[in-house]
């Protein structure tokens, strides 16, 4: 059973850092691309970021170029997608989600991806 499980969410000031980090399970990264994407209140879910693994590919956001970096780490047949963010802004403040869609191309649209984590919350204030 596919399960993507987000955490590392938080409370930051402007320019700070964080890193989410998404275990994910259940499936044969080869075969897959894992995105993060991130609600803010009353907008759209949006793309930030994508990663292919078959392909050693990524693609980011023009808003966060940059700034963010994604990666996948194996360890133990663990697999964790981490995104990597610095020089945080208040309009990065969004829940965040991880997903993994059934292709070993990367999308930035919501509606590819078939398989969401709950989201950890991000927020940027001083």
């Known amino acids: 059973q596919l399960q993507l499980v987000e955490s590392g969410g938080g409370l930051v000031q402007p320019g700070e850092s964080l890193r989410l980090s998404c275990a994910a399970s259940?499936?044969?990264?080869?075969?897959?691309?894992v995105g993060w994407f991130r609600q803010a209140p009353g907008k759209e879910r949006e793309g930030v970021s994508c990663?292919?693994?078959?392909?050693?590919?990524?693609?980011?956001a023009d808003s966060v170029k940059g700034r963010f970096t994604i990666s996948i780490s194996r360890d133990n047949a663990k697999t964790t997608v981490y995104l990597q963010m610095n020089s945080l802004k208040p309009e990065d403040t969004a829940i965040y989600y991880c997903?993994?869609?059934?292709?070993?191309?990367?999308?930035?649209?919501?509606?590819?991806?078939?398989?969401w984590g709950q989201g950890t919350q991000v927020t940027v204030s001083s």
């Open positions: 259940g499936f044969t990264l080869d075969y897959y691309s």
């Open positions: 990663i292919s693994r078959r392909f050693g590919s990524t693609n980011y």
């Open positions: 997903a993994a869609r059934a292709n070993i191309w990367c999308s930035g649209r919501v509606g590819d991806f078939g398989s």
